[in-house]
């Protein structure tokens, strides 16, 4: 028997299928094991000796993989073609060699393509572990893990409130906080355009003003109303005539298929997807038989492929929109990871494959992928120049028109952030005609600054600067939002307070390791080990010898001495200048006192070098700019009528709230994001102090039902049990009817579960068993239950990208494992019987004291 080792069991399904009755194909469910999370794990004294430690959740895996392969006579591991793979099947080769069950024969085989054909090629063609790939996964695992648990406890001594760092996704951090402090210093500058609607032989068209008072005009020289208003009113009076009419061919060529990179941000371009969630689908669609392998650099499609692409081309459409030879790409990235095929459909006949997002990815991917071999789109750009007669004034009108579609009837590249471009076609005009003028516009405008970073724009700029990998970009996304660093917002980045303390942190103390250069040089010395042209463990010396010694620097500072560096680095941004040059760090409340970053057990804050007489405090994340003082309270809101204590809006270090009365005994409520901030007065204050609000008795438990604000928003509570309320309104407005309604429903949709809540989402029904499944809110975090079985989410998984697939293999995975638990609960009851027994077993060997009788017998001895 042959023993094949792959990661995934859907992967493991197919190619068992395609090999014979002599093999047996297991998974490994991904990697088996790990660094253990505790310090110890890499020794830099030792050469950099790793220790490892085989998943808890791997013990039964392993155990059917070592069962098999003590009884195999060939082990073939057969995991993914690249750093990682190598790595994984590396791992399950040393673990069966220590537990003495590697059999004689062992072989590494790899193929871009799980497809018949592909495997039996592979299987045909074994080799080795490659040395270099696993020394480079090494070096890696070793940087990350050196880094993470060297940083870490500097961060939780010296910045409160921050997480940790790890080597890469501090510097992705960077690019987003450095695009948010370019945003916050922008200067919008107004200028003006003017626009007319004419006409030419009964077709429309616009032009725009580009000569005014006989100069050319730059896209900024019309800068107030006043000089665009007089523009304005030269285009209105003018005659004109068209000066000439110039077209010109154009030729656009279609990209290449896709990369890793690439299909990232296409379809978060295109589809919306995140990263993570792309990769996911597109690993789904590997093991499935219906893509290449999805992480790659290359940008080259194989031979038999460009055939079939080229066939698939001229069976859709006619033989001008074929080539008349293949096109030959050549990869632009910094630096190729593993050289592979570039992502592509197994087959291009297929049409289609699976459904939902599966279907509209795999779709991106043919039509990228036949489209690249297709003929160049040809287009013609006309320009039309115009002047009045006195050649003082003067318009252009543009146009665009495609004259043979070639690769663009399929397929055409998404942009992340679109710029104007040129109109459509435009009329039949000549020297010498005059078209009719129907209205002129004046519009104003202002500069913009810098997008924000969405998924897409941000992986293309940490592909260009060389900061990470393709294959890890998913993975330092996630992490950013997991660790409450950034958060998203139309699919654009925002930083968060703890990442830009985070980063500010980091330039200061530990510049050099948030660099870009040093970063990317890097990234290039690792890609030398897994070319074999370095050794890693020189690599990690080199790296260690700095950065050792500069963490126990700051590690020896007070936190005070930090953050007094911080406040002074961080100085431009939270104390600009101001316009009337008075002292930015001048206290707003008192007058008197400094404003200085202070360290708080939650976090950084600004506050009063008057403390405690002056109470100011500001927000980190507020910065200094014009509003920075505008929300500080406090803000007197009035009376209660009930109780006479004065009702102050203020904000904290956590955002706006409302406080009743002063002192320890003053009682506060935060504001909730959905109240509108125009509505917000002493009326919504007192409501949201009176909380919780008592909606009545329930009809059935005669028990109260109180609706409140809670950690995750409104809700309703009822004898232990709640449900979700939409908005803050309704807690203020929901009635007895509703409520009872709300909470059976909740009651229901969660099973029974500990807050009855109503259901996240509804999967859909699963793929084996036709039960529902849904995906809930728990205790613990999110799960999916299928209404007999719960199964965590774990944490590597987004809850918003999570799909029915998962869901169902999640909740198949979680119910394999039940006899499991059922075993523990029935052994119980044996724990305490033994128990009882052992007492009685023990009072047997009560002779034992014969030796203390023994030890006095020599002690007389030595009496005597």
């Not at 592909?118 to 696993?134: C, S």
């Not at 200067?187 to 004419?198: G, K």
């Not at 009045?388 to 665009?400: E, I, K, S």
């Not at 040093?518 to 990234?523: H, I, N, P």
Request: charged letters at 30%; hydrophobic letters at 35%.
């Amino acid at each position: 028997m042959q023993l094949v080792i792959v990661e995934s069991p859907a992967k493991a399904k197919t190619i068992e299928n395609y090999l014979g009755s002599d093999f047996k194909v297991l998974a490994s469910y991904g990697h088996i094991r790990d660094l253990p999370p505790k310090d110890g794990s890499v020794d830099p004294d030792d050469g950099f000796a790793m220790l490892w430690q085989p998943y808890a959740d791997k013990t039964k895996q392993l155990k059917a993989i070592t069962d098999l392969s003590k009884k195999a006579t060939r082990l073939i591991l057969a995991t993914d073609p690249d750093r990682e793979g190598e790595a994984i099947s590396w791992h399950v080769q040393e673990v069966l060699r220590k537990k003495k069950a590697l059999p004689e024969k062992v072989d590494r085989v790899t193929f871009n393509a799980i497809t018949k054909s592909a495997v039996t090629e592979a299987m045909a063609h074994p080799r080795a572990l490659d040395d270099d790939l696993i020394d480079a996964y090494r070096a890696r695992r070793a940087l990350d893990y050196l880094v993470g648990f060297t940083l870490s406890p500097v961060l939780w001594r010296k910045l409160p409130g921050a997480k940790s760092a790890g080597r890469v996704q501090s510097v992705a951090l960077r690019l987003i906080v450095e695009r948010e402090r370019e945003i916050e210093v922008f200067n919008p500058q107004e200028y003006w355009s003017v626009t007319s609607q004419m006409e030419q032989g009964g077709q429309a068209f616009e032009a725009r003003l580009t000569i005014h008072q006989g100069k050319k005009l730059g896209k900024m020289d019309l800068s107030n109303e006043a000089e665009a208003t007089a523009a304005k009113t030269a285009v209105e009076n003018g005659l004109f005539t068209i000066e000439t009419v110039e077209t010109k061919p154009l030729t656009r060529n279609p990209p290449p298929p896709f990369t890793t990179s690439t299909l990232q941000q296409e379809a978060a371009r295109k589809l919306g997807y995140s990263a993570s969630h792309t990769m996911r689908i597109a690993q789904q669609l590997y093991e499935d038989g219906g893509i290449t392998y999805m992480r790659t650099d290359g940008v080259q499609m194989d031979g038999s492929a460009i055939s079939a692409a080229r066939k698939a081309i001229s069976d859709r459409y006619d033989a001008s929109y074929v080539p008349d030879s293949p096109r030959i790409y050549k990869s632009k990235a910094k630096n190729a990871q593993e050289a592979h095929e570039a992502i592509r459909p197994t087959s291009f006949t297929r049409d289609t494959m699976g459904s939902g997002d599966h279907a509209k990815l795999y779709s991106l991917i043919l039509k990228r992928a036949m489209a690249s071999q297709m003929a160049a789109a040809r287009l013609e750009r006309t320009t039309v120049e115009m002047l009045d007669g006195a050649g003082q004034t003067g318009l252009r009108a543009t146009g665009q028109v495609v004259k043979f579609p070639g690769f663009m009837a399929l397929y055409e590249e998404g942009r992340d952030d679109k710029k104007d471009e040129d109109g459509g076609l435009l009329p039949a005009m000549s020297k010498g005609d005059s078209p009719a003028k129907k209205s002129v516009e004046a519009n104003q405008h202002f500069t913009q600054p810098p997008p924000r970073y969405s998924e897409a724009s941000l992986v293309k700029k940490m592909e260009e600067l060389g900061i990470g990998r393709p294959s890890t970009y998913a993975s330092i996304i996630k992490t950013l939002k997991d660790r409450a660093y950034v958060r998203t917002e139309g699919n654009r980045f925002f930083a968060e307070e703890s990442g830009r303390l985070l980063t500010g942190f980091l330039e200061r103390f530990f510049q050099r390791y948030v660099a870009y250069e040093y970063t990317a040089g890097l990234e290039d010395e690792l890609d030398d080990v897994s070319g074999g042209r370095a050794e890693w463990q020189k690599i990690l010396e080199a790296f260690w010898h700095d950065f050792k010694p500069k963490t126990a620097e700051v590690m020896e500072k007070l936190p005070s001495e930090v953050t007094a560096e911080l406040d002074k680095f961080l100085e431009p941004y939270l104390f600009p200048e101001k316009e009337d040059g008075t002292d930015p760090r001048l206290c707003p409340r008192c007058n008197e006192g400094k404003l200085a970053l202070r360290g708080g057990r939650f976090g950084a804050f600004v506050a009063c070098s008057n403390y405690p007489e002056c109470k100011f405090t500001r927000r980190f994340a507020q910065g200094g700019g014009a509003n920075a003082d505008a929300d500080e309270g406090p803000e007197d809101l009035g009376v209660d009528p009930d109780t006479d204590e004065k009702v102050t809006k203020m904000v904290g270090r956590f955002g706006p709230y409302v406080q009743r009365g002063e002192g320890k005994e003053a009682k506060r409520s935060s504001i909730p994001k959905d109240v509108p901030a125009e509505e917000f007065g002493l009326e919504w204050a007192l409501k949201l102090l009176s909380l919780p609000r008592e909606v009545g008795m329930h009809p059935e438990s005669g028990k109260e039902v109180n609706a409140q604000i809670g950690r995750y928003g409104p809700y309703l509570s009822h004898d232990g049990k709640s449900a979700r309320l939409e908005n803050t309104m309704e807690v203020f407005e929901i009635g007895m009817n509703a409520a009872v309604a709300k909470l059976a429903d909740a009651a229901k949709n969660g099973k029974g579960g500990r807050r009855g809540a109503e259901p996240l989402k509804i999967m859909g029904k699963h793929p084996r068993t036709e039960e529902e499944i849904k995906l809930m809110d728990g205790r613990y975090g999110p799960y999916v239950t299928d209404g007999t079985t719960n199964a965590s989410l774990p944490k590597t998984v987004n809850k918003d990208q999570l799909t029915l697939e998962e869901a169902a293999q999640l909740i198949d995975d979680r119910a394999a494992k039940g006899p499991a638990k059922k075993r523990k609960k029935k052994a119980a009851p044996k724990k305490k019987a033994a128990a009882k027994k052992k007492p009685a077993a023990k009072k047997k060997p009560v002779a034992k004291k014969k030796p203390v009788a023994k030890k006095k017998a020599p002690a007389k001895a030595k009496a005597e």
